[in-house]
T-cell receptor
């Protein structure tokens, strides 16, 4: 089954404790992206990757890191989480990220609470 | 500043009737528009899209209308079914920017409830 998986689905942590949210897709997609969803702000892009070893900032990259060592995986790293990073996070992928007609496939989301 | 606006946070309709979800945008550079549906505890899933060169696209019970002069699009669901109850997001794309990132700009969503 074609899918995007994220782990963990739910996470409660404390300020400053490094964490990683994993994202994996099995569709051989080149493009992957991370979004956060917040009330009143909608989905905003954090980082994206056009291919292996090619990553770039989205609209709200502060406090986040990503890596793309393999095509299927795109982990989101919070080196020192803060309460303002409490949010619902979505990973998405699409074949190339270049065509306007491409559909982005989303993971189920990771709900993060930073105390 | 919200470039894609869904002014109705919620909508309730009877099963079998038409659901109309509205979306307004401010950026005339947007050239492609999409609707995504989201169920609780799941990620958004693609529903239907429309290019700015068209004014209508239909897929089964779902039709999207685009009025470029008014910078307005709408999603019609006919007939509505209880399984359509979800949050519907409107999203817009303005083509490739300097980073070759076909980024989507999202509305805040409209929660649709279809009552049996």
């Amino acid at each position: 089954e074609a899918q995007v998986t994220q782990n963990p689905r739910y996470l409660i942590t404390v300020t400053g404790k490094k964490l990683t949210v994993t994202c994996s897709q099995n569709m051989n997609h080149e493009y992957m992206s991370w979004y956060r969803q917040d009330p009143g702000l909608g989905l905003r892009q954090i980082y994206y990757s056009m291919n292996v070893e090619v990553t770039d900032k989205g609209d709200v990259p502060e406090g986040y890191k990503v890596s793309r060592k393999e095509k299927r995986n795109f982990p989101l790293i919070l080196e020192s989480p803060s309460p303002n990073q409490t949010s619902l996070y979505f990973c998405a992928s699409s074949p190339s990220g270049l065509s306007r007609q491409e559909t982005q496939y989303f993971g189920p989301g990771t709900r993060l609470l930073v105390l | 500043d919200q470039q894609v606006k869904q002014n109705s946070p919620s909508l309730s309709v009877q099963e079998g009737r038409i659901s109309i979800l509205n979306c307004d945008y401010t950026n005339s550079m947007f050239d492609y528009f999409l609707w995504y549906k989201k169920y609780p505890a799941e990620g958004p899933t693609f529903l239907i899209s429309i290019s700015s060169i068209k004014d209508k696209n239909e897929d089964g019970r779902f039709t999207v209308f685009l009025n470029k002069s008014a910078k307005h699009l709408s999603l019609h669901i006919v007939p509505s079914q209880p399984g359509d109850s979800a949050v519907y997001f409107c999203a817009a794309s303005r083509g490739l920017n300097a980073g070759n990132n076909r980024k989507l700009i999202w509305g805040l969503g409209t929660s649709l409830a279809v009552n049996p």
